[in-house]
């Protein structure tokens, strides 16, 4: 069973910046590829970013693109969301995600295997 814990979640002002970690365990990390989602209140679980297992495929939804950025060290079990230039619409709950394939995925039902969620409040 694979187990994912995100951390690094708080309350920034609009602008500025927050890095989010996930540890895995329970399974061969370097395997997988890895995705970040978050979810705002009243709205569906969106896509945010996603990173391959050797980190050479790093796709982004539009709105994030220049200011988040996703990186993994495989050593460490460990993928980040680097997040600058926030915005308030980027508040939501931001769940790392993990996935049995070696290449990425953009839809939540390509993961199976989920974090608890880190909550991401920007204030304007």
């Known amino acids: 069973q694979v187990r994912l814990v995100e951390s690094g979640g708080g309350l920034v002002q609009a602008g500025g910046s927050l890095r989010l970690s996930c540890v895995t365990s329970?399974?061969?990390?370097?395997?997988?590829?890895m995705g970040w989602f978050r979810q705002a209140p009243g709205k569906e679980r969106e896509f945010v970013a996603a990173i391959s297992n050797s980190g050479g495929s790093t796709p982004y939804v539009d709105s994030v693109k220049g200011r988040f950025t996703i990186s993994r060290e495989n050593a460490k079990n460990s993928v980040y969301l680097q997040m600058d230039s926030l915005k308030p619409e980027d508040t939501a709950v931001y769940y790392c995600?993990?996935?049995?394939?070696?290449?990425?995925?953009?839809?939540?039902?390509?993961?199976?295997?989920w974090g608890q969620g880190t909550q991401v409040t920007v204030a304007s």
């Open positions: 995600a993990a996935r049995t394939s070696p290449w990425i995925a953009t839809m939540a039902s390509g993961y199976s295997y």
């Open positions: 329970g399974g061969t990390f370097s395997n997988y590829a």
